[in-house]
């Protein structure tokens, strides 16, 4: 599993200003990121405990 952070750089090389428009292939990919990155802060969250 990547990093919260990792995944976090690569939101935001994608969307680099929330004035920008992302395309319907840029928006699904966002949401799967934003799944990912969810998941990994769980996880090191859970770790830390």
């Known amino acids: 599993m990547r990093s ?3 995944i ?3 939101i935001r090389a994608l969307w680099p200003h929330p004035a920008v ?5 840029q ?3 966002y949401e799967r990121l934003v ?5 990994a802060v769980r996880g ?3 770790k830390a405990a």
Do not use: F, K, M, P
Request: glycine residues 0%; negative net charge; aromatic residues 4%.
């Open 27 to 29: 928006r699904a990919r």
């Open 4 to 6: 919260a952070d990792e």
């Open 44 to 46: 090191e969250v859970v």
């Open 35 to 39: 799944v990912e990155w969810a998941a």
């Open 8 to 10: 976090n750089q690569q």
């Open 21 to 25: 428009r992302l395309s319907t292939e």
